[in-house]
């Protein structure tokens, strides 16, 4: 307690300085006038006396040192002198202090940010009480490297019922399609079919009303309730305080609302579209069509469990592989192969998460390096201003400074200036985060995404610690090497030397920097290509299309019901001004969505019959011209192909010249799936299927003659070529559907280039990032190369005197700058280049139609750079030429 | 020792101490002006005395210390140990051989 006392008591008067220093030479005077007193009093003489008191009391420094260090605490107070001294410094030389500052701050800023981005992506846990111990549990299947399938109701039973490591286990299916009509007209919204036990695990209160029962649950069909959001209950509903008793109807069936989910809460799936409407497990079939729910055969449903206290997820993970190898063993029809994954619930779905991954590594990687280069930057800055404080550093060790305390003199600074840009590097991550949401954080539609990407207050202390470690770092090389004693020339010598010794370190951190641009540029470039060649191919414009997804067999119409919905829809969208063709389809013409089947052809001449398996879709008449294809023999589909009639299908050039090399595809006849179809065409494939992937074999069917047992064959993703403005023609369109049959749910109508720029997000977001990255650390190596030559320059400039006096030409002294300056970043771009080329493979996922080594996309950033290289390397070199021997010889 | 002759003399100021404590030690003890004022400092950084100013003998002002309730405390314990460790090396160099066989 004392010591704590002492040290209080030091710390306050180390901040009133001034009222001790008045006490001490208060005590030395009393001493010495007291002292003299006595001299006096012994018959001294008054001069005499007081000089015999001086001697008396000794070294009077000494004494007012160690009275000091008493007063206060040294180390603590030599640090605020440090800082001080760093601050004054910082403001001294405003221009030095914003580069580093602003350097530092884009290196931590784009750092933290995807700092942050990858824990919303991987680790952010939900926010909900005591989550830590809330797990996920979804299904395995042998042989597939997919994760995150879901599980069947039965399995959740059985699992439920016997489990011991679960405190408690709820099923959900957060990905439910609800079309929900408000007071304000049908709203599109996302919903959740989840168990009694939902509500219960998650720990929720409701903010109005209350959660289902266990009974609700348990009978299917039997209790039509409904749970809505708050987000929901104030749209759709103004905040209806009398909500709980009333009617909605959901995909056209009518619900009781019984509550309302507390604010915010807007279900459990990271990623997904956020949940408006939560109903029973009872009422799955509501929720999902294509098959029922609540049977063995249809897995859709995803666990959410609460770990007992001591359980752990090992524990968990083990006791479920039992269950499921019994459930295998007793249902093999539906269940062989099938195990579980028990995973901590954290971050988005682990199926996207193990998408996302490398991309976020590639993130990652470039931040990473934009630091190293920011880093390098400011330690290069660093060295030159320590070389050129060599004079004033060498006057300090002269006067009794230690090194060590210089060393730590010089640290302090260099952590101040990290620690500025550290703080300014948050604006940034604040920025950036801005950003990355854009890409990360919203669906095609432009709506959020349940994954709030934030600044997290733990990434901000990360790369607050790293900003630190990054000034130490940066400053202790920088420091050693200006504290080197014989580097210490200065008080012996007026001038450096002539020779001017080349700095190896700073040399070799512009090497890096320059390094490191080129392979950001390079992989830049790679990237625009690759994005260039899916959004603007040749003969294609995404911004032309318009998609817009029809669901009737939501709202449970009957096949023939449904189409004739969809013929209307076709007519009437047709003969709106600016459409030009429109087209039912069955998956959206996306690179990802292709569906596979497979054919099998017996050759007329009578060979083995051969099999393959091919891309398929199913599309209307006229969907190649709205697609921009070209039917290159035979006809596109039409009004002859009746669905009940002889079935037909297009097949793609590839697929034709595989099969009938000699052109004779029209009129043969292919083995698929439900019998044997006719071709009646051969097309050459959208351009947009042949970017994302060599050409590869496709056969259409047609949509109108689709398996009517398969009772999502109505549904369509309907695509519209239009000429003119979309935006003035999407709001006509859902118009114009709405007007064929309003309780039919449709999607938005977006542009496939919208549709395009979501698919491929991870791809315009690590474009933008590379390129973004890449030009600042072109900008910070263009300058790093100008200040070290300029330096160079400086530095040397009695020897280009000397030289030049002794003969040697203006252009020789610059080509002398010039070589060293080339050098350099030649040694950089060739390093950063190789780089680039064997990084390719990390990109391969991201580039569509370009190969990791298209020397276009790699070459055009370097070259850039390289630029820009020669113009920072010219000026110094120019600088150096317009030394006047003489001036600079006399100066000395 | 500081406590003990402010415990003994009374309030004093830091030149008055010095000389106290050399008179007492015979002049075969001089404090270093340097130890003894940041001494006083740390006592009453601790507590143990306390400090004002006050006029001195010949007429000019000086810091008087003084000993608070903590500081004779203090010098309870540290005479009680400083007795203790005497008495025990007293006890060493009284020793005889034969004490201990």
């Given amino acids: 307690v004392r010591t704590l006392r002492q040290i209080l008591i030091r710390l306050a008067s180390s901040m009133s300085r001034r009222r001790d220093e008045a006490r001490l030479r208060e005590e030395l005077e009393d001493h010495l006038a007291m002292r003299t007193g006595e001299h006096l009093r012994a018959g001294l003489p008054p001069d005499l006396a007081r000089r015999q008191a001086v001697v008396d009391f000794g070294a009077v420094e000494a004494f007012k040192e160690s009275y000091r260090d008493q007063q206060s605490l040294p180390a603590f107070e030599r640090l605020l002198q440090d800082i001080g001294l760093a601050i004054r410094r910082m403001r001294s030389a405003p221009a030095f202090t914003a580069a580093a500052v602003a350097t530092l701050a884009l290196g931590l800023g784009v750092t933290s940010a995807v700092l942050s981005l990858a824990y919303a992506l991987f680790l952010k846990p939900l926010a909900l009480d005591d989550a830590s111990r809330l797990v996920i549990v979804d299904q395995t299947i042998a042989g597939n490297d997919r994760r995150g399938f879901g599980l069947s109701m039965p399995d959740y039973v059985y699992f439920r019922d016997r489990t011991q490591a679960f405190a408690d286990l709820a099923a959900h299916y957060s990905t439910s399609p609800m079309l929900a009509a408000t007071r304000d007209g049908a709203l599109n919204v996302s919903g959740s079919v989840a168990t009694a036990s939902y509500f219960r695990l998650l720990r929720l209160q409701p903010a109005l009303g209350r959660f289902f029962s266990t009974e609700e649950d348990e009978y299917p069909g039997k209790h039509p309730v409904a749970v809505l959001s708050h987000h929901l209950w104030q749209r759709g509903f103004g905040g209806d305080a009398g909500i709980a008793g009333t009617t909605v109807r959901l995909n056209g069936t009518p619900f009781t609302v019984i509550g309302v989910a507390p604010e915010g809460f807007r279900g459990i799936v990271h990623g997904a579209t956020p949940n408006d409407v939560w109903i029973p497990t009872a009422m799955f079939a509501v929720g999902y069509r294509y098959c029922d729910g609540l049977t063995r055969g249809c897995p859709m449903v995803n666990l959410i469990g609460r770990l007992d206290r001591d359980a752990t997820i090992d524990r968990a993970q083990a006791e479920l592989d039992v269950l499921a190898r019994q459930l295998e063993a007793a249902f093999p029809d539906t269940n062989k192969g099938r195990g579980v994954l028990v995973r901590p619930a954290r971050g988005i779905r682990i199926q996207e998460q193990m998408e996302e991954a490398p991309m976020v590594a590639l993130l990652s990687a470039a931040a990473a390096l934009v630091l190293l280069v920011a880093s390098a930057n400011v330690a290069g800055l660093l060295l030159a201003r320590g070389l050129r404080r060599r004079k004033e550093i060498a006057i300090r060790l002269a006067l009794g400074a230690s090194r060590g305390r210089l060393v730590r003199m010089l640290l302090v600074e260099a952590v101040a200036l990290a620690a500025a840009g550290g703080t300014a590097g948050l604006v940034v991550a604040f920025w950036s985060i801005q950003v990355l949401d854009g890409f990360f954080g919203v669906n095609y539609g432009g709506a959020a995404r349940n994954v709030i990407l934030s600044l997290d207050p733990r990434v901000v202390l990360v790369s607050i610690a790293v900003a630190i470690v990054t000034g130490f770092v940066t400053g202790l090389a920088p420091a050693l090497q200006a504290t080197r004693p014989d580097r210490l020339p200065a008080l012996r010598e007026e001038t450096a030397g002539a020779g001017g010794r080349r700095s190896r370190l700073r040399e070799g951190l512009i090497v890096v920097q320059v390094a490191v641009s080129a392979l950001l540029l390079a992989s830049g470039g790679l990237l625009v290509r690759s994005f260039l060649m899916l959004h603007r191919g040749p003969g294609f414009d995404p911004d032309a299309i318009v998609l817009v997804r029809t669901r009737p067999s939501l709202v449970g119409y009957s096949n023939e019901r449904a189409w004739t919905f969809q013929r209307d829809v076709l007519r009437r969208i047709e003969e709106l001004p600016g459409v030009v063709a429109a087209s039912p389809g069955g998956t959206p013409p996306l690179p990802r969505w292709v569906r596979q089947t497979v054919l099998r052809h017996s050759r007329r001449d009578g060979g083995q019959p051969e099999q393959l398996q091919v891309g398929m879709a199913y599309v209307g008449p006229r969907y190649f011209k709205a697609m921009s294809g070209q039917i290159v023999s035979g006809r596109d589909f039409d009004d002859r192909d009746r669905p009940d009639g002889a079935r037909v299908v297009i097949v793609n050039e590839v697929l034709a010249r595989r099969l009938w090399p000699k052109g004779d595809a029209v009129g043969d006849m292919l083995e698929a799936g439900r019998g044997s179809v006719e071709v009646v065409g051969v097309v050459n494939d959208p351009q947009i299927l042949n970017v994302w992937q060599q050409p590869a074999p496709m056969v259409y069917f047609n949509y109108w003659q689709q398996n009517r047992a398969d009772n999502w064959s109505s549904d369509s993703q309907t695509l519209i070529r239009i000429s003119g403005d979309a935006a003035a023609l999407v709001p006509q369109i859902g118009r114009t559907i709405a007007g064929v049959d309003p309780d039919v749910p449709f999607s938005d109508a977006s542009t496939l280039g919208r549709l395009l720029d979501y698919e491929f997000s991870d791809l315009r977001a690590a474009r933008a990032l590379l390129l973004t990255l890449g030009t600042l650390a072109l900008v910070l190596s263009a300058i790093g190369v100008y200040a070290a030559l300029v330096f160079a320059v400086t530095q040397r400039k009695r020897e280009m005197a000397i030289r030049m006096a002794i003969g040697a030409s203006r252009s020789d002294v610059g080509a002398l700058v010039f070589r060293r300056g080339a050098v350099i970043v030649a040694i950089g771009l060739t390093g950063g280049l190789a780089a680039a080329v064997s990084a390719g493979p990390l990109l391969a996922s991201l580039l569509y139609g370009v190969s990791p080594r298209d020397p276009l996309g790699l070459l055009a950033g370097p070259v850039v750079l390289a630029a820009v290289a020669v113009i920072a390397i010219w000026l110094p070199a120019r600088r150096a030429m317009a030394t006047d021997p003489m001036a600079s010889l006399r100066s000395e | ?101």
């Fill in chain 2, 1 to 101: 020792m500081v406590l003990k002759t402010l415990d003994v003399l009374g309030p004093q100021h830091g030149y008055g101490l010095a000389r106290r404590i050399e008179q007492i030690s015979g002049d075969r003890l001089a404090l270093n002006p340097g130890t003894l004022y940041p001494l006083l400092l740390k006592l009453e950084q601790e507590g143990a005395i306390a400090s004002e100013r006050g006029p001195s003998e010949n007429n000019r002002k000086a810091r008087y210390y003084r000993l608070t309730a903590a500081g004779r405390k203090q010098l309870r314990t540290e005479t009680r140990d400083w007795e203790q460790t005497t008495a025990v090396i007293d006890r060493f160099f009284a020793v005889k051989a034969e004490d201990v066989t």
